[in-house]
């Protein structure tokens, strides 16, 4: 997860207890319990230069590396929280996971090659038993370092049918992939893209909401993950 304020929320509900930071990162470890699960809510922590949090490619790579070189987990998540377009029936507060592939919208290499490098096209897990079962919506993830969009941008996502906007996923995805870990996202609306209202201040208004319904489905997605026949990832319950 990028900010604290979107992780506030699922590390209070699954009670997550901070372990060791990882120098000279800045990313910071919450670790809890679900069943016999070991789950941990990993952030980006807060950049040390400029005192914001660390959001975007660059830190959610180092971060994703870091626990996967610690934790080796079973599976990734990429939670947070995103823009969805009104035009794709998206409304505030709705919780998506991600479908397809993870691309990115602000890496225009006109190359031979390197043009498909840019948008990366990393694999999401199959979503759609868990979107199915949890009454979640399943959409394209779409990833750049901007908040905003510009015309190129806009032509980009349009091309790949983005639905969920957001400055992480594809980098986790781009590291997953590496890492040969299954991986998905799981991403809150907090603003509409196509809205005429500015997406800072739709997102500055809805954050505190949209990470509180992201808590939520996150716990209910954890518990699909680890518990039903149809995850995508195995049935913990079967495995010792
Ligand atoms: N995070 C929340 N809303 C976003 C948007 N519209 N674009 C990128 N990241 C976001």
């Known amino acids: 997860m990028a900010m604290e304020a979107e992780a506030r ?8 207890v901070e372990t060791d930071c990882a120098p000279p990162l800045p990313a910071k470890f919450f670790v809890a319990r679900v069943l016999d ?3 941990v809510v ?3 922590g807060r950049d040390p ?3 914001v949090d660390s959001i975007g490619t660059e830190a959610a790579a180092l971060t994703t590396l870091e626990v996967v070189r610690r934790f080796s987990p079973d599976v990734l998540i990429s939670a947070g929280t995103a823009g969805g377009w009104q035009s794709k029936d998206a409304r505030i507060g709705d919780v998506y996971v991600s479908r397809g592939e993870f691309v990115h919208h602000d890496r225009r290499i006109a190359i031979p090659g390197f ?3 840019g948008v990366g096209s990393y694999p999401s897990v199959d979503t759609a038993a868990l979107a199915e079962v949890l009454g979640l919506k399943q959409g394209i993830v779409t990833t750049s370092n901007s908040l905003d969009e510009n015309d190129d941008d806009r032509r980009m996502i349009a091309i790949n049918g983005g639905d969920v906007k957001e400055m992480e996923a594809a980098a986790v995805a781009y590291v997953a992939e ?3 870990v299954p991986m998905l996202a799981v991403k809150a609306i907090t603003d509409l893209v196509d809205h005429h209202t500015a997406t800072a201040e739709q997102f500055a208004a809805n954050l505190a909401m949209a990470s509180s319904r992201l808590a939520g489905e996150l716990v209910r997605v954890i518990q699909f993950l ?3 026949d149809e995850s995508p990832v195995g049935n913990r319950r079967s495995t010792s």
């Open 49 to 51: 230069r400029h005192d």
């Open 226 to 228: 680890m518990g039903s």
């Open 42 to 44: 990993a952030i980006n």
């Open 37 to 39: 699960c070991e789950v």
């Open 115 to 117: 043009d498909a490098y």
């Open 178 to 180: 590496l890492a040969g």
């Open 9 to 16: 929320p699922i590390i209070a509900a699954l009670g997550a």
